[in-house]
Protein backbone atom coordinates (compact mmCIF):
# COMPACT_ATOMS: atom_id res chain seq x y z
CA UNK A 1 0.00 0.00 0.00
CA UNK A 2 1.09 3.53 -0.57
CA UNK A 3 0.84 7.01 1.18
CA UNK A 4 0.74 10.08 -0.36
CA UNK A 5 2.65 8.88 -3.30
CA UNK A 6 5.52 7.84 -1.44
CA UNK A 7 5.45 5.63 1.68
CA UNK A 8 4.93 2.16 0.82
CA UNK A 9 3.67 -0.07 4.03
CA UNK A 10 5.89 -3.23 4.25
CA UNK A 11 3.96 -4.87 7.25
CA UNK A 12 2.34 -4.61 10.42
CA UNK A 13 4.10 -4.38 13.65
CA UNK A 14 1.97 -3.72 16.15
CA UNK A 15 -1.64 -3.16 16.84
CA UNK A 16 -3.21 -1.24 19.63
CA UNK A 17 -7.10 -0.34 20.14
CA UNK A 18 -7.41 2.14 17.96
CA UNK A 19 -3.31 2.61 15.85
CA UNK A 20 -2.10 0.21 13.67
CA UNK A 21 2.09 0.05 13.19
CA UNK A 22 3.74 -0.55 9.75
CA UNK A 23 7.01 -0.57 9.05
CA UNK A 24 7.57 1.16 5.95
CA UNK A 25 9.74 3.12 3.07
CA UNK A 26 10.20 6.73 2.21
CA UNK A 27 10.33 6.29 -1.66
CA UNK A 28 10.38 10.12 -1.82
CA UNK A 29 13.97 9.86 -0.82
CA UNK A 30 17.19 8.45 -2.89
CA UNK A 31 17.49 5.93 -1.73
CA UNK A 32 14.52 5.30 0.42
CA UNK A 33 14.59 5.00 3.85
CA UNK A 34 12.86 2.88 6.36
CA UNK A 35 10.28 4.72 8.31
CA UNK A 36 7.32 3.62 10.87
CA UNK A 37 3.78 4.30 9.89
CA UNK A 38 1.14 4.65 12.48
CA UNK A 39 -2.75 4.21 11.47
CA UNK A 40 -4.82 5.85 14.10
CA UNK A 41 -8.65 5.76 13.40
CA UNK A 42 -10.36 9.35 13.25
CA UNK A 43 -13.06 7.73 16.48
CA UNK A 44 -10.26 7.85 18.69
CA UNK A 45 -9.06 11.50 18.23
CA UNK A 46 -10.06 15.18 16.73
CA UNK A 47 -8.72 16.83 13.65
CA UNK A 48 -7.81 19.24 16.21
CA UNK A 49 -5.95 16.87 18.67
CA UNK A 50 -4.03 15.14 15.88
CA UNK A 51 -3.23 18.20 14.31
CA UNK A 52 -1.44 19.66 18.04
CA UNK A 53 -0.09 15.95 18.82
CA UNK A 54 1.83 16.14 15.28
CA UNK A 55 3.00 20.11 16.25
CA UNK A 56 4.43 18.31 19.56
CA UNK A 57 5.97 15.73 18.19
CA UNK A 58 7.74 17.20 15.62
CA UNK A 59 9.36 19.84 18.39
CA UNK A 60 10.39 16.78 20.79
CA UNK A 61 11.27 14.59 17.68
CA UNK A 62 14.49 16.75 17.82
CA UNK A 63 15.60 15.41 20.82
CA UNK A 64 18.04 12.34 20.10
CA UNK A 65 16.14 10.43 22.63
CA UNK A 66 12.70 10.24 21.08
CA UNK A 67 11.76 9.12 17.81
CA UNK A 68 12.23 11.56 14.50
CA UNK A 69 8.72 13.10 13.05
CA UNK A 70 8.69 13.02 9.43
CA UNK A 71 5.24 13.98 8.27
CA UNK A 72 1.31 13.82 9.51
CA UNK A 73 -1.42 13.62 6.98
CA UNK A 74 -5.29 12.58 7.08
CA UNK A 75 -6.38 9.65 4.40
CA UNK A 76 -9.72 7.61 3.68
CA UNK A 77 -11.18 8.42 7.65
CA UNK A 78 -7.46 7.96 9.18
CA UNK A 79 -4.96 9.92 10.76
CA UNK A 80 -0.93 8.91 9.80
CA UNK A 81 1.96 9.67 12.21
CA UNK A 82 5.31 8.73 10.29
CA UNK A 83 8.44 8.87 12.38
CA UNK A 84 11.91 7.58 11.47
CA UNK A 85 12.65 3.84 12.17
CA UNK A 86 15.37 3.82 14.55
CA UNK A 87 17.75 0.63 14.60
CA UNK A 88 18.21 -0.94 17.72
CA UNK A 89 16.19 -3.69 20.01
CA UNK A 90 13.36 -2.69 22.55
CA UNK A 91 14.57 -3.42 25.95
CA UNK A 92 11.60 -6.19 26.49
CA UNK A 93 14.27 -8.26 23.47
CA UNK A 94 17.47 -7.14 25.36
CA UNK A 95 16.41 -9.15 28.60
CA UNK A 96 15.02 -11.63 27.00
CA UNK A 97 17.95 -12.55 25.35
CA UNK A 98 20.48 -11.23 27.33
CA UNK A 99 18.61 -12.06 30.78
CA UNK A 100 17.77 -9.41 33.79
CA UNK A 101 19.26 -6.07 34.26
CA UNK A 102 21.37 -5.46 36.94
CA UNK A 103 21.20 -2.54 39.34
CA UNK A 104 23.73 -0.63 37.72
CA UNK A 105 21.82 -0.97 34.64
CA UNK A 106 18.96 0.16 35.92
CA UNK A 107 20.57 3.22 37.77
CA UNK A 108 21.75 4.11 34.05
CA UNK A 109 18.65 3.93 32.63
CA UNK A 110 17.11 6.48 34.55
CA UNK A 111 19.54 8.90 33.92
CA UNK A 112 19.50 8.13 30.31
CA UNK A 113 15.68 8.84 30.41
CA UNK A 114 14.64 11.16 32.81
CA UNK A 115 15.22 14.00 31.11
CA UNK A 116 13.37 12.95 28.12
CA UNK A 117 10.38 12.72 30.22
CA UNK A 118 11.04 15.74 32.03
CA UNK A 119 10.82 17.42 28.41
CA UNK A 120 8.09 15.76 27.64
CA UNK A 121 5.87 16.43 30.60
CA UNK A 122 7.44 20.16 30.25
CA UNK A 123 5.81 20.19 26.79
CA UNK A 124 2.37 19.24 28.34
CA UNK A 125 2.72 15.59 26.98
CA UNK A 126 1.86 12.48 28.70
CA UNK A 127 3.24 9.25 26.95
CA UNK A 128 0.63 7.06 28.24
CA UNK A 129 2.36 3.61 26.74
CA UNK A 130 5.46 3.51 28.20
CA UNK A 131 7.25 0.02 28.73
CA UNK A 132 9.79 -1.91 27.53
CA UNK A 133 8.90 -2.47 24.34
CA UNK A 134 8.87 1.19 23.94
CA UNK A 135 12.08 2.09 24.73
CA UNK A 136 14.64 1.05 22.18
CA UNK A 137 18.10 0.63 22.32
CA UNK A 138 20.13 1.87 19.50
CA UNK A 139 22.82 0.12 17.54
CA UNK A 140 25.79 0.05 17.68
CA UNK A 141 25.25 0.84 21.26
CA UNK A 142 27.19 3.59 22.81
CA UNK A 143 27.52 4.27 26.43
CA UNK A 144 25.35 7.12 27.10
CA UNK A 145 21.93 8.44 25.58
CA UNK A 146 21.62 4.78 23.61
CA UNK A 147 17.92 4.44 24.88
CA UNK A 148 15.15 5.78 22.63
CA UNK A 149 11.46 6.82 23.65
CA UNK A 150 9.05 5.54 20.54
CA UNK A 151 5.13 4.81 20.37
CA UNK A 152 3.61 8.54 20.56
CA UNK A 153 0.45 6.91 19.36
CA UNK A 154 -1.36 7.04 22.57
CA UNK A 155 -0.05 10.27 23.36
CA UNK A 156 -2.00 12.80 25.00
CA UNK A 157 -1.69 16.38 24.81
CA UNK A 158 -3.25 18.33 28.50
CA UNK A 159 -5.47 20.94 28.03
CA UNK A 160 -7.30 22.80 30.68
CA UNK A 161 -10.64 20.93 30.24
CA UNK A 162 -8.51 17.44 30.28
CA UNK A 163 -8.09 18.05 34.10
CA UNK A 164 -11.96 18.15 34.68
CA UNK A 165 -13.04 15.32 32.37
CA UNK A 166 -12.17 11.18 32.49
CA UNK A 167 -10.98 10.03 28.90
CA UNK A 168 -10.74 6.43 27.89
CA UNK A 169 -8.67 4.10 29.84
CA UNK A 170 -5.47 3.84 27.22
CA UNK A 171 -2.15 1.81 27.40
CA UNK A 172 -0.98 -1.69 28.38
CA UNK A 173 -2.49 -2.80 31.75
CA UNK A 174 0.39 -4.22 33.23
CA UNK A 175 2.77 -1.37 33.13
CA UNK A 176 -0.28 1.39 33.35
CA UNK A 177 -0.99 3.39 37.01
CA UNK A 178 -4.10 2.95 39.01
CA UNK A 179 -5.37 6.47 37.39
CA UNK A 180 -4.59 6.19 33.96
CA UNK A 181 -6.50 2.66 33.99
CA UNK A 182 -9.64 4.97 35.20
CA UNK A 183 -8.89 7.30 32.54
CA UNK A 184 -7.35 10.53 34.22
CA UNK A 185 -3.65 10.05 33.58
CA UNK A 186 -1.01 12.68 34.70
CA UNK A 187 2.46 13.67 34.54
CA UNK A 188 3.51 11.35 37.12
CA UNK A 189 1.70 8.40 35.12
CA UNK A 190 4.63 8.14 32.82
CA UNK A 191 6.79 7.72 35.96
CA UNK A 192 4.73 5.13 37.33
CA UNK A 193 4.92 3.29 33.89
CA UNK A 194 8.89 4.35 34.09
CA UNK A 195 8.88 2.09 37.66
CA UNK A 196 6.90 -0.73 36.60
CA UNK A 197 9.84 -0.99 33.64
CA UNK A 198 12.30 -1.26 35.91
CA UNK A 199 11.25 -3.52 38.50
CA UNK A 200 10.65 -5.86 35.04
CA UNK A 201 13.86 -5.41 33.84
CA UNK A 202 15.39 -6.28 37.27
CA UNK A 203 13.07 -9.32 37.53
CA UNK A 204 12.22 -10.41 34.47
CA UNK A 205 8.78 -11.40 35.94
CA UNK A 206 5.45 -10.31 34.47
CA UNK A 207 4.29 -7.06 36.53
CA UNK A 208 1.08 -8.99 37.37
CA UNK A 209 2.77 -11.08 39.68
CA UNK A 210 4.81 -8.60 41.40
CA UNK A 211 1.75 -7.09 42.66
CA UNK A 212 0.21 -8.54 45.81
CA UNK A 213 -3.32 -8.01 45.35
CA UNK A 214 -4.33 -9.09 49.12
CA UNK A 215 -2.06 -6.36 50.34
CA UNK A 216 -2.15 -4.17 48.01
CA UNK A 217 1.18 -3.42 47.13
CA UNK A 218 4.55 -4.12 45.29
CA UNK A 219 6.55 -7.14 46.47
CA UNK A 220 9.21 -7.02 43.55
CA UNK A 221 12.15 -7.02 46.04
CA UNK A 222 11.33 -10.64 47.21
CA UNK A 223 11.71 -12.08 43.69
CA UNK A 224 15.76 -10.84 43.55
CA UNK A 225 18.08 -13.72 43.41
CA UNK A 226 19.23 -14.35 46.69
CA UNK A 227 22.61 -13.10 45.58
CA UNK A 228 21.53 -10.12 44.24
CA UNK A 229 19.34 -9.16 46.88
CA UNK A 230 22.40 -9.68 49.68
CA UNK A 231 24.18 -7.58 47.19
CA UNK A 232 21.40 -4.72 47.72
CA UNK A 233 21.40 -4.76 51.31
CA UNK A 234 24.80 -4.11 51.98
CA UNK A 235 25.21 -1.13 48.92
CA UNK A 236 23.60 2.17 50.06
CA UNK A 237 23.35 3.15 46.44
CA UNK A 238 21.42 0.53 45.92
CA UNK A 239 19.01 1.03 48.94
CA UNK A 240 18.50 4.48 47.69
CA UNK A 241 17.78 3.02 44.22
CA UNK A 242 15.23 0.49 45.71
CA UNK A 243 13.95 3.48 47.48
CA UNK A 244 13.12 5.25 44.68
CA UNK A 245 11.51 2.15 42.82
CA UNK A 246 9.18 2.16 45.61
CA UNK A 247 8.14 5.83 45.45
CA UNK A 248 7.74 6.32 41.46
CA UNK A 249 5.31 2.81 42.17
CA UNK A 250 3.27 4.33 44.70
CA UNK A 251 -0.51 3.64 44.08
CA UNK A 252 -1.51 7.01 45.60
CA UNK A 253 -0.68 10.23 42.59
CA UNK A 254 0.06 12.11 46.05
CA UNK A 255 2.43 9.68 47.62
CA UNK A 256 4.50 9.15 44.13
CA UNK A 257 7.36 11.46 42.45
CA UNK A 258 5.22 14.41 40.73
CA UNK A 259 8.35 14.90 38.36
CA UNK A 260 10.81 13.89 36.66
CA UNK A 261 13.12 16.72 38.10
CA UNK A 262 12.21 15.52 41.32
CA UNK A 263 13.45 11.85 40.94
CA UNK A 264 16.40 13.50 39.37
CA UNK A 265 17.04 15.28 42.75
CA UNK A 266 16.61 11.94 44.98
CA UNK A 267 19.29 10.81 42.74
CA UNK A 268 21.91 13.08 43.08
CA UNK A 269 21.39 14.01 39.64
CA UNK A 270 21.67 17.30 38.42
CA UNK A 271 18.33 18.29 36.14
CA UNK A 272 19.47 18.27 32.32
CA UNK A 273 15.90 18.93 30.68
CA UNK A 274 16.54 21.08 27.43
CA UNK A 275 15.59 24.72 28.13
CA UNK A 276 15.53 27.68 26.50
CA UNK A 277 16.15 29.71 29.71
CA UNK A 278 18.57 32.46 28.99
CA UNK A 279 21.35 33.35 31.38
CA UNK A 280 21.59 35.62 34.23
CA UNK A 281 17.75 36.79 33.56
CA UNK A 282 17.73 40.66 34.30
CA UNK A 283 13.83 39.81 35.84
CA UNK A 284 14.37 37.28 38.51
CA UNK A 285 11.63 35.86 41.17
CA UNK A 286 11.90 37.40 44.31
CA UNK A 287 8.53 36.27 46.16
CA UNK A 288 6.44 33.84 45.80
CA UNK A 289 3.09 34.56 47.54
CA UNK A 290 1.02 31.32 48.50
CA UNK A 291 -2.45 31.57 50.22
CA UNK A 292 -4.98 30.18 47.45
CA UNK A 293 -5.06 26.80 48.89
CA UNK A 294 -7.22 23.87 48.43
CA UNK A 295 -7.80 21.26 45.31
CA UNK A 296 -9.48 23.92 43.40
CA UNK A 297 -7.20 26.59 43.68
CA UNK A 298 -5.93 27.91 40.64
CA UNK A 299 -4.71 31.60 40.18
CA UNK A 300 -6.97 32.61 37.18
CA UNK A 301 -6.58 36.05 37.17
CA UNK A 302 -4.28 39.31 38.57
CA UNK A 303 -4.56 42.87 38.30
CA UNK A 304 -2.36 45.50 39.67
CA UNK A 305 -3.84 48.53 41.48
CA UNK A 306 -2.46 51.96 39.39
CA UNK A 307 -1.13 53.18 42.65
CA UNK A 308 1.55 50.23 42.55
CA UNK A 309 0.73 49.06 45.83
CA UNK A 310 -1.90 46.68 46.21
CA UNK A 311 -2.38 43.15 44.05
CA UNK A 312 -6.08 41.54 43.79
CA UNK A 313 -5.93 37.87 43.00
CA UNK A 314 -9.08 35.41 41.23
CA UNK A 315 -8.57 31.88 42.03
CA UNK A 316 -11.01 28.61 41.06
CA UNK A 317 -11.19 28.68 45.37
CA UNK A 318 -14.07 31.39 45.00
CA UNK A 319 -11.86 34.02 47.01
CA UNK A 320 -10.40 36.63 45.71
CA UNK A 321 -7.34 38.12 47.48
CA UNK A 322 -6.07 41.37 47.70
CA UNK A 323 -1.97 41.50 48.78
CA UNK A 324 -0.06 44.57 49.87
CA UNK A 325 2.86 44.08 47.66
CA UNK A 326 5.29 46.26 50.32
CA UNK A 327 4.46 43.78 52.67
CA UNK A 328 3.38 40.74 50.25
CA UNK A 329 1.08 40.02 52.88
CA UNK A 330 -2.78 38.98 52.47
CA UNK A 331 -4.88 42.54 53.23
CA UNK A 332 -8.12 40.68 52.74
CA UNK A 333 -10.07 38.09 51.48
CA UNK A 334 -13.29 38.95 49.31
CA UNK A 335 -15.98 36.02 48.75
CA UNK A 336 -19.64 36.08 47.50
CA UNK A 337 -19.07 34.69 43.84
CA UNK A 338 -20.51 31.12 44.23
CA UNK A 339 -17.91 29.49 41.90
CA UNK A 340 -14.69 30.08 40.42
CA UNK A 341 -13.55 33.70 39.61
CA UNK A 342 -11.82 34.22 36.02
CA UNK A 343 -11.33 38.34 35.88
CA UNK A 344 -9.91 41.23 38.28
CA UNK A 345 -9.57 44.82 37.97
CA UNK A 346 -9.67 48.39 38.91
CA UNK A 347 -11.08 50.89 38.20
CA UNK A 348 -8.69 53.70 36.85
CA UNK A 349 -8.56 55.66 40.25
CA UNK A 350 -8.31 52.65 41.86
CA UNK A 351 -11.39 52.71 44.35
CA UNK A 352 -13.26 49.92 42.85
CA UNK A 353 -12.52 46.40 41.90
CA UNK A 354 -14.69 44.62 39.66
CA UNK A 355 -14.80 40.75 39.48
CA UNK A 356 -16.43 38.23 37.12
CA UNK A 357 -16.84 34.29 37.63
CA UNK A 358 -17.96 31.37 36.42
CA UNK A 359 -21.54 31.64 38.59
CA UNK A 360 -22.71 34.57 35.66
CA UNK A 361 -21.90 37.52 37.12
CA UNK A 362 -19.77 40.42 37.47
CA UNK A 363 -19.35 41.86 41.80
CA UNK A 364 -17.91 45.34 42.17
CA UNK A 365 -16.51 45.75 45.19
CA UNK A 366 -15.17 49.29 47.36
CA UNK A 367 -11.47 48.89 47.48
CA UNK A 368 -11.23 51.32 50.90
CA UNK A 369 -13.97 49.30 52.78
CA UNK A 370 -13.96 46.13 51.30
CA UNK A 371 -17.54 46.02 50.77
CA UNK A 372 -19.50 44.44 47.96
CA UNK A 373 -20.67 47.61 46.25
CA UNK A 374 -23.92 45.46 44.07
CA UNK A 375 -23.97 42.15 41.51
CA UNK A 376 -24.41 42.83 37.92
CA UNK A 377 -26.67 40.19 35.91
CA UNK A 378 -27.40 39.29 33.05
CA UNK A 379 -25.58 36.93 31.51
CA UNK A 380 -26.76 33.46 30.67
CA UNK A 381 -23.46 31.88 30.76
CA UNK A 382 -19.74 32.11 32.44
CA UNK A 383 -18.15 35.60 32.71
CA UNK A 384 -14.41 35.28 31.87
CA UNK A 385 -13.41 39.03 31.20
CA UNK A 386 -14.20 42.48 33.04
CA UNK A 387 -12.74 45.65 32.18
CA UNK A 388 -13.20 49.55 33.14
CA UNK A 389 -13.48 52.25 30.46
CA UNK A 390 -9.97 54.31 30.85
CA UNK A 391 -12.75 56.69 32.38
CA UNK A 392 -14.11 54.64 35.01
CA UNK A 393 -18.09 55.55 33.62
CA UNK A 394 -18.61 51.93 31.98
CA UNK A 395 -17.78 48.47 32.15
CA UNK A 396 -17.44 46.09 29.00
CA UNK A 397 -17.91 42.32 30.04
CA UNK A 398 -16.98 38.75 27.80
CA UNK A 399 -18.91 35.49 28.23
CA UNK A 400 -18.97 32.36 27.30
CA UNK A 401 -23.12 33.03 26.54
CA UNK A 402 -21.21 34.87 23.29
CA UNK A 403 -22.27 38.04 24.21
CA UNK A 404 -20.59 41.58 25.19
CA UNK A 405 -22.40 43.70 27.65
CA UNK A 406 -21.75 47.32 28.32
CA UNK A 407 -22.37 48.56 32.19
CA UNK A 408 -22.67 51.94 33.76
CA UNK A 409 -20.21 51.79 36.31
CA UNK A 410 -21.70 54.53 38.58
CA UNK A 411 -25.61 52.36 38.63
CA UNK A 412 -24.67 48.84 37.94
CA UNK A 413 -27.21 48.75 35.12
CA UNK A 414 -26.76 47.15 31.62
CA UNK A 415 -26.39 49.57 29.05
CA UNK A 416 -26.58 47.60 26.15
CA UNK A 417 -25.52 43.59 24.77
CA UNK A 418 -22.93 43.85 21.65
CA UNK A 419 -23.48 40.51 19.92
CA UNK A 420 -21.70 39.19 16.56
CA UNK A 421 -19.84 36.18 18.02
CA UNK A 422 -19.90 32.99 16.75
CA UNK A 423 -18.47 31.62 19.79
CA UNK A 424 -17.44 32.07 23.24
CA UNK A 425 -15.97 35.52 24.37
CA UNK A 426 -12.52 35.12 25.87
CA UNK A 427 -11.54 38.70 26.38
CA UNK A 428 -12.48 42.27 26.30
CA UNK A 429 -10.13 45.71 26.41
CA UNK A 430 -10.71 49.14 26.01
CA UNK A 431 -8.38 51.08 23.67
CA UNK A 432 -6.66 53.38 25.94
CA UNK A 433 -8.85 56.47 24.65
CA UNK A 434 -11.51 54.73 25.52
CA UNK A 435 -13.71 54.67 22.33
CA UNK A 436 -12.89 51.13 20.82
CA UNK A 437 -13.42 47.96 22.57
CA UNK A 438 -11.21 44.90 21.38
CA UNK A 439 -13.59 41.16 22.16
CA UNK A 440 -11.66 37.96 21.54
CA UNK A 441 -12.99 34.27 20.87
CA UNK A 442 -13.27 30.71 20.46
CA UNK A 443 -14.33 31.68 17.12
CA UNK A 444 -10.77 32.32 16.48
CA UNK A 445 -11.60 36.37 15.44
CA UNK A 446 -10.98 39.22 17.14
CA UNK A 447 -13.75 42.14 16.57
CA UNK A 448 -13.15 46.20 16.95
CA UNK A 449 -15.78 48.07 18.10
CA UNK A 450 -16.40 51.77 18.33
CA UNK A 451 -18.24 52.57 21.53
CA UNK A 452 -19.81 56.00 22.14
CA UNK A 453 -19.07 57.81 25.50
CA UNK A 454 -21.53 57.24 28.31
CA UNK A 455 -23.46 61.02 28.12
CA UNK A 456 -24.28 59.46 24.62
CA UNK A 457 -26.39 56.65 25.99
CA UNK A 458 -27.48 58.66 28.89
CA UNK A 459 -28.76 61.70 26.41
CA UNK A 460 -31.70 58.45 25.12
CA UNK A 461 -31.57 59.20 21.83
CA UNK A 462 -34.19 56.70 20.40
CA UNK A 463 -32.57 54.09 18.34
CA UNK A 464 -29.51 55.24 18.70
CA UNK A 465 -26.92 52.29 18.57
CA UNK A 466 -24.81 51.13 21.25
CA UNK A 467 -21.81 50.14 19.32
CA UNK A 468 -20.96 49.55 15.54
CA UNK A 469 -18.69 47.15 14.01
CA UNK A 470 -15.49 48.41 12.89
CA UNK A 471 -13.60 45.31 11.74
CA UNK A 472 -12.73 41.39 12.59
CA UNK A 473 -8.87 39.97 12.82
CA UNK A 474 -8.80 36.94 11.54
CA UNK A 475 -5.75 34.65 11.37
CA UNK A 476 -5.18 32.35 14.71
CA UNK A 477 -5.80 29.24 13.78
CA UNK A 478 -7.61 28.61 17.09
CA UNK A 479 -9.15 30.16 19.60
CA UNK A 480 -8.45 33.54 20.91
CA UNK A 481 -7.64 33.72 24.60
CA UNK A 482 -6.53 37.02 25.74
CA UNK A 483 -6.48 40.66 23.95
CA UNK A 484 -4.48 44.04 24.93
CA UNK A 485 -3.87 47.23 23.44
CA UNK A 486 -0.42 48.96 23.50
CA UNK A 487 -0.04 52.19 25.53
CA UNK A 488 -0.59 54.13 22.70
CA UNK A 489 -3.12 52.53 21.46
CA UNK A 490 -1.69 51.99 17.95
CA UNK A 491 -1.05 48.29 18.97
CA UNK A 492 -3.56 45.46 19.59
CA UNK A 493 -1.54 41.98 20.53
CA UNK A 494 -3.81 38.92 20.64
CA UNK A 495 -2.75 35.68 21.94
CA UNK A 496 -4.08 31.87 21.21
CA UNK A 497 -4.50 28.42 21.37
CA UNK A 498 -2.18 28.05 18.42
CA UNK A 499 0.12 29.09 20.98
CA UNK A 500 1.48 31.84 19.23
CA UNK A 501 1.35 36.26 19.68
CA UNK A 502 0.30 38.31 16.89
CA UNK A 503 0.27 42.04 16.46
CA UNK A 504 -1.89 44.11 14.86
CA UNK A 505 -1.91 47.31 13.45
CA UNK A 506 -5.36 48.86 15.25
CA UNK A 507 -5.63 51.85 12.30
CA UNK A 508 -5.21 49.53 9.43
CA UNK A 509 -6.37 45.89 10.63
CA UNK A 510 -3.51 44.35 9.20
CA UNK A 511 -1.30 42.02 10.33
CA UNK A 512 2.46 43.18 11.66
CA UNK A 513 3.89 39.98 12.78
CA UNK A 514 3.55 36.80 14.77
CA UNK A 515 5.62 35.97 17.78
CA UNK A 516 6.77 32.38 18.33
CA UNK A 517 8.42 31.05 21.31
CA UNK A 518 5.81 29.32 23.50
CA UNK A 519 4.82 25.64 23.01
CA UNK A 520 1.29 25.75 24.28
CA UNK A 521 -1.51 28.22 24.58
CA UNK A 522 -1.20 31.64 25.04
CA UNK A 523 -3.49 32.96 27.92
CA UNK A 524 -3.00 36.31 28.85
CA UNK A 525 -1.03 39.30 26.91
CA UNK A 526 0.12 42.43 28.81
CA UNK A 527 2.50 45.54 28.08
CA UNK A 528 4.60 47.75 29.99
CA UNK A 529 3.45 51.28 30.82
CA UNK A 530 6.20 52.12 28.08
CA UNK A 531 4.74 50.08 25.34
CA UNK A 532 8.36 48.88 24.29
CA UNK A 533 7.55 45.38 26.17
CA UNK A 534 5.16 42.78 25.76
CA UNK A 535 4.61 39.93 28.43
CA UNK A 536 2.65 36.47 27.42
CA UNK A 537 1.73 33.93 29.92
CA UNK A 538 1.40 30.75 28.93
CA UNK A 539 -0.11 27.21 29.63
CA UNK A 540 3.81 25.89 29.28
CA UNK A 541 4.69 27.12 32.28
CA UNK A 542 6.56 30.54 31.45
CA UNK A 543 6.12 34.05 30.75
CA UNK A 544 7.79 35.28 27.83
CA UNK A 545 8.71 38.89 27.51
CA UNK A 546 8.93 40.81 23.82
CA UNK A 547 10.67 43.51 22.17
CA UNK A 548 7.63 45.33 20.50
CA UNK A 549 9.95 46.71 17.76
CA UNK A 550 11.69 44.02 16.60
CA UNK A 551 9.52 41.12 17.67
CA UNK A 552 12.35 39.40 19.45
CA UNK A 553 12.18 37.91 22.54
CA UNK A 554 13.87 38.85 25.08
CA UNK A 555 13.78 36.90 28.19
CA UNK A 556 11.92 33.51 29.56
CA UNK A 557 10.57 33.34 33.18
CA UNK A 558 10.86 29.82 34.36
CA UNK A 559 9.60 28.74 38.04
CA UNK A 560 6.29 28.11 37.73
CA UNK A 561 5.33 23.65 38.35
CA UNK A 562 2.61 24.08 36.33
CA UNK A 563 0.81 26.09 33.19
CA UNK A 564 0.89 30.27 34.04
CA UNK A 565 -2.61 31.61 33.72
CA UNK A 566 -2.36 35.20 34.38
CA UNK A 567 0.05 38.17 34.11
CA UNK A 568 0.19 41.21 35.57
CA UNK A 569 2.42 44.57 35.15
CA UNK A 570 3.23 47.51 37.07
CA UNK A 571 2.78 50.84 35.75
CA UNK A 572 4.96 52.35 38.36
CA UNK A 573 7.70 49.87 39.20
CA UNK A 574 9.79 47.74 37.46
CA UNK A 575 7.18 44.51 38.55
CA UNK A 576 5.64 41.60 36.96
CA UNK A 577 3.18 39.23 38.92
CA UNK A 578 2.28 36.06 37.18
CA UNK A 579 -0.18 33.51 38.47
CA UNK A 580 -0.32 29.98 38.34
CA UNK A 581 -2.64 26.60 38.41
CA UNK A 582 0.34 25.53 40.82
CA UNK A 583 -1.58 27.83 43.34
CA UNK A 584 0.80 30.23 43.70
CA UNK A 585 1.89 33.96 42.35
CA UNK A 586 5.40 35.28 41.70
CA UNK A 587 6.37 38.57 41.82
CA UNK A 588 9.40 39.63 39.32
CA UNK A 589 11.64 42.32 40.01
CA UNK A 590 14.08 43.59 37.07
CA UNK A 591 17.14 43.45 38.74
CA UNK A 592 21.05 44.97 38.06
CA UNK A 593 22.87 42.47 35.68
CA UNK A 594 25.72 40.87 37.40
CA UNK A 595 28.93 41.04 35.20
CA UNK A 596 31.36 40.00 37.44
Same mark, same amino acid.
Given at each position: ?9 ? $? ?52 ? !? ?5 ? #? ?21 ? %???? +? ?30 ? $? ?16 ? &? ?7 ? %? ?36 ? %? ?15 ? &? ?6 ? !? ?20 ? !? ?32 ? $? ?50 ? $? ?38 ? *???? &? ?30 ? /? ?49 ? #? ?44 ? /? ?5 ? +? ?22 ? *? ?9 ? /? ?13 ? +? ?8 ? @??? @? ?24
Amino acid at each position: MLLQERYRLL $KQIGKGGFCKTFLAVDEGQFPPIPCVVQELSQEYETFKNFQQKAQQLEELGKHP !QITPFLA #SFEHNGHFYLVQEFIAGTNLAQV %VEEE +GAFNETQIWQLLEDLLPVFQLMSDRNIIHRDI $KPHNIIRRSPITKKGDLV &IVDFSTAKI %VTEIDRLTSQTSIGSPEYAAPEQAKGKAVFASDLYSLG %VTCIYLLTQISPFDLFD &IANDCWVW !QQYLTTKVSDVWRQDSKNLRLA !QILDKLLQNAVNRRFQSADEVMQAMGMESKTPNL $KLPNPPWRCLHTLTGHSGRLSSVNALAISPDGYTLASASDDKIVKLWDLNSK $KVLANLSGHSQAVKSVTFSPDGQILATASDDKTIKLWQVE *TLKE &ICTLLGHSHAVKSVVFSPDGQMLASGSWDKTI /KLWDANTGTEICTITGHQLQVNSVVFSPQGQLLASASYDRTIRLWQIPALE #SFQRKFENRPCHSLLGILSGHAWAVLTVAFSPDGQILATGSDDNTI /KLWEVNT +GQLICTLVGHSWSVVAVAFTADGE *TLLSASCDKTV /KLWRVSTAEEIVTLS +GHIDSVSAVA @VSK @VTQLIASGSRDKTIKLWQLVEQNNS
